[in-house]
């Protein structure tokens, strides 16, 4: 490894700062309760499928079937090794079907990688559909992680289960620098989260960056927004039926309650507080009802490691511009929502684990009429014999 390498993975050691890794580093000591308690489903709550690793960003064919980044549980073989930083990397990702409590293989033999030390995986981020192909996005592959071959970008999912590459995203990033640089900034190949559909392209989020892209697939790659001033850390994006983009963040440590926000982005560029008072954001999407909600990974944080809560995670509806209506709370973790095409709420948990979180993955279908839904001593139970 060379000097410019050793001093960009000191930088990613930063990255605690940006990816909840106190979240991770504890992982062991915060055990979900999906791992330690009686089985046990609220009410309004139904479990479509369990058992999976590391799910991610979650979305619905024409058909209604449902489709899942599975971001895998990384790999053997050390792909890079620094002071504080192993990357064990191995081809455990996946996209995946579900449908009656059972999960189908679509694609397999995605790049995954583990840091050894947070316990953080980068792999299948998201999948979307867009003009009847199914794209995934996929994170923590290039030249920055040791598999130089290897790119992170958007993928079209070939009939087959290939994966044919649309839009190399690595290659951008080292040609578009944020305005704000900040200690666990890549420089390139990034830590990419979310996909949303935006008229024939893609709207890519950057959390370490920055950066909100807007990807043609197999055609140009530009900057929507550069968000990267403050280092707040964009997560989710949602987009509304004027083309207003909606972008939650994580913030960084220790994830003082209400300090996050959503913000609009209109086609031009103009940014705006949208929905403010919000904490820990892992994704947003807009309701069939118009409104927006969110996914916060947990709300009852501390000022002290490891910051964050393993089971008071909260999916919430905005009722103003800086006030909410709690849907699910005491949850572990969440990480992706979405809506099926009957309107109703999905979203899949929990975003850290032991054992690097395999086979702990569960995606659940919410009630909304339900009143608000504690998931406190949640566990699921098999979905598939």
Aim: include cysteine.
């Amino acid at each position: 490894m060379n000097a410019k390498e050793r001093q960009w993975f000191g930088c990613v050691l930063a990255l605690v700062i940006a990816l909840a890794t106190p979240l991770y580093v504890s992982a062991q000591d915060a055990t979900p309760d999906v791992q330690t308690s009686p089985v046990a489903v609220p009410t309004g709550v139904t479990v479509v499928a369990s058992g999976l690793s590391n799910p991610r960003g979650l979305s619905w064919d024409a058909d209604g079937t449902l489709y899942l980044a599975e971001a895998g549980i990384g790999g053997d073989n050390v792909q890079v090794e620094a002071d504080g930083f192993t990357a064990l990397g191995g081809d455990t990702s996946s996209v995946i079907s579900i449908a009656d409590g059972c999960a189908t293989t679509v694609a397999e033999g995605i790049p995954s990688v583990l840091w050894k030390e947070a316990g953080w995986i980068w792999g299948a981020m998201d999948v979307e559909f867009l003009n009847g192909s199914l794209y995934v996005l996929v994170s923590g592959s290039g030249a920055s992680w040791g598999t130089p071959d290897a790119v992170t970008g958007i993928f079209k999912v070939n009939d087959d289960g290939s994966l044919t590459l649309a839009d190399d995203l690595g290659n951008w990033l080292a040609d578009n620098p944020p305005k704000f640089a900040a200690p666990d900034y890549a420089g390139r190949d990034g830590s990419e989260l979310d996909m949303e559909p935006y008229g024939d392209a893609f709207l890519i989020s950057v959390a370490d960056g920055g950066h909100i892209i807007k990807a043609v697939p197999g055609g140009e790659i530009s900057l929507l927004a550069d968000l990267s001033v403050g280092h707040m850390v964009p997560t989710g994006v949602a987009v509304d039926t004027d083309m207003n983009a909606y972008v939650g963040f994580e913030t960084t440590p220790p994830y003082t309650k209400g300090m996050s926000k959503v913000v609009k982005i209109t086609p031009d560029g103009t940014v705006s507080d949208a929905w403010t008072g919000l904490t820990a954001v892992t994704d947003v999407e807009m309701g069939p009802d118009g409104v927006l909600y969110a996914a916060e990974m947990s709300v009852n944080n501390s000022d002290q490691e490891p910051f964050l809560s393993s089971d008071s995670g909260q999916i919430v509806r905005q009722t103003g511009p800086a006030s909410s209506e709690v849907i699910v709370t005491d949850a572990p973790p969440p990480v992706g929502i979405g809506f099926d095409s009957d309107g109703a709420l999905y979203f899949d948990f929990p975003a850290f684990g032991p054992d690097s979180g395999k086979g702990l993955g569960v995606v659940v279908k919410v009630d909304m009429e339900s009143g608000p839904i504690s998931f406190k001593g949640f566990a699921p139970g098999p979905t598939c014999a």
